[in-house]
């Protein structure tokens, strides 16, 4: 039996429930039905504990996640931000992406076919613009090697992460292309865009949101609170975020991003796999004369939104309201905050020998 035949929810679920001989009786707690959530095969749902740092910046920050420490973590991070009078996060829009590829006769052509992109980019931006009253079409970039000619998009989705939109409008743009030029689009995506997966591409040119969070961390936050000198964590982090970095290749140069990027997707409903690009940035320190020290994250290619996918679920926009924000700009600003807390409290931690103490206690 195909669980696609199932007309509802239940049914596909108590066929499961014989086919397999278990039971499912917390997955039927959780009461959605197909017209609630983009979920194909539908049978219930499942949850997350939910925890609440902060406040920072004076916003509180839902963290959905299984492991335990990370919310004390970064909790006691922004205890330390509070106290050194907060942090200073700023954002910019890079826009979503879409890449395709096309396929040419040959060198000769694929030039031609670039400055013809360039020539008629308002065409392209007015037929990009039909597709959707939110989008906007920002720019393009284009590369080259023999018969393939990657196109990158970029489109300001407005409070969307807006993925669907960039799709559903680039694959208008392809068709006018084919049109218009005869070069065959091999696909709406040709790994340009780049979407889910971590590439030096999206870490140098940004995609979706940049954000930037830094902090002034006085002598006595890090003493009293994070139990550690400001000249260790500055040599932990030279050591583990730099050096350690190079050393493995790592397209991120961070001590844990993900966990806290991972927490805030999942508790606020945005699409788990843009992880992967949260997981990508720098964190930069330095001593100060007066034993204070500075603390910057910078995260290029922010993924997310504030409607949309799943921020549509109840459950999911009782989380966003709790951050308090007005937009997706302000959403990403309490993200980079987030993740400025986490970062300094883990560096700390490691820098102080407690990481492996603090799991002991609340991790198991």
């Given at each position: ?10 049914e ?10 278990i ?6 707690k ?22 609440v740092a ?6 509180f920050?839902p ?11 970064v909790?006691?991070g922004?205890?330390?931000?509070k106290?050194?009078?907060g942090?200073?996060i ?6 979503t992406t879409?890449g395709?590829?096309?396929?040419t006769?040959?060198i000769?052509?694929s ?8 020539d008629?980019f308002?065409?392209?931006?007015k037929k990009a613009?039909k597709?959707?009253?939110h ?10 090697t023999g018969?393939?000619?990657y196109?990158r998009?970029?489109?300001d989705?407005?409070?969307?992460m807006?993925m669907?939109m ?13 049109t218009?030029?005869g070069i ?10 780049i979407d889910k997966k971590?590439a030096w591409?999206?870490f ?5 949101r940049?954000?930037?969070?830094e902090?002034v961390?006085k ?6 609170v994070l ?10 982090w ?9 050393m ?8 844990h991003?993900?966990?806290i ?11 788990l796999?843009h992880?992967?690009?949260g997981?990508?940035g ?5 001593l100060?004369d ?12 922010v993924m997310?939104g504030?409607v949309?996918?799943g921020?549509k679920?109840k459950i999911?926009?009782?989380?966003i309201?709790?951050t308090?924000?007005k937009?997706?700009d302000e959403?990403?600003?309490?993200l ?14 490691l820098?102080?020998?407690s990481?492996a103490k603090?799991?002991?206690k609340l991790g198991?």
């Amino acid at each position: 039996m195909n669980l696609r035949n199932f007309s509802g929810v239940q049914e596909r679920r108590q066929f499961l429930e014989k086919k397999l001989a278990i039971k499912l009786e917390e997955i039927a707690k959780i009461g959605y039905n197909g017209n609630e959530v983009y979920c194909e095969n539908l049978i219930g749902g499942t949850t997350l504990p939910l925890g609440v740092a902060g406040p920072l910046n004076g916003h509180f920050i839902p963290l959905a996640t299984t492991e335990g420490v990370l919310v004390a973590s970064v909790n006691r991070g922004c205890k330390a931000i509070k106290l050194s009078d907060g942090a200073e996060i700023a954002v910019e829009t890079v826009g979503t992406t879409r890449g395709p590829v096309f396929k040419t006769a040959g060198i000769k052509e694929s030039l031609k076919f670039k400055q013809w992109l360039d020539d008629n980019f308002d065409n392209l931006k007015k037929k990009a613009e039909k597709t959707s009253f939110h989008l906007r079409l920002k720019k393009l970039g284009t590369r080259i090697t023999g018969q393939y000619v990657y196109v990158r998009f970029y489109y300001d989705t407005a409070e969307a992460m807006g993925m669907n939109m960039a799709t559903i409008a680039t694959d208008a743009i392809n068709k006018l292309i084919e049109t218009k030029t005869g070069i065959k689009c091999l696909a709406v995506s040709g790994n340009f865009c780049i979407d889910k997966k971590p590439a030096w591409l999206n870490f140098i040119s940004g995609r979706g949101r940049r954000v930037w969070a830094e902090a002034v961390i006085k002598r006595q936050a890090i003493e009293s609170v994070l139990k550690t000198t400001a000249k260790k964590i500055y040599q932990l982090w030279l050591a583990k975020c730099l050096i350690g970095s190079a050393m493995s290749g790592s397209l991120g140069f961070n001590g844990h991003y993900a966990n806290i990027v991972a927490a805030f997707f999942a508790a606020t409903g945005q699409d788990l796999a843009h992880v992967v690009e949260g997981s990508q940035g720098i964190t930069v320190t330095e001593l100060l004369d007066n034993g204070d020290l500075y603390f910057s994250v910078y995260l290029p290619s922010v993924m997310l939104g504030t409607v949309g996918g799943g921020t549509k679920l109840k459950i999911k926009k009782e989380a966003i309201a709790i951050t308090a924000v007005k937009n997706t700009d302000e959403l990403a600003k309490v993200l980079g905050g987030a993740v400025l807390a986490g970062e300094l409290s883990l560096l700390a931690s490691l820098s102080e020998g407690s990481l492996a103490k603090a799991h002991k206690k609340l991790g198991r």
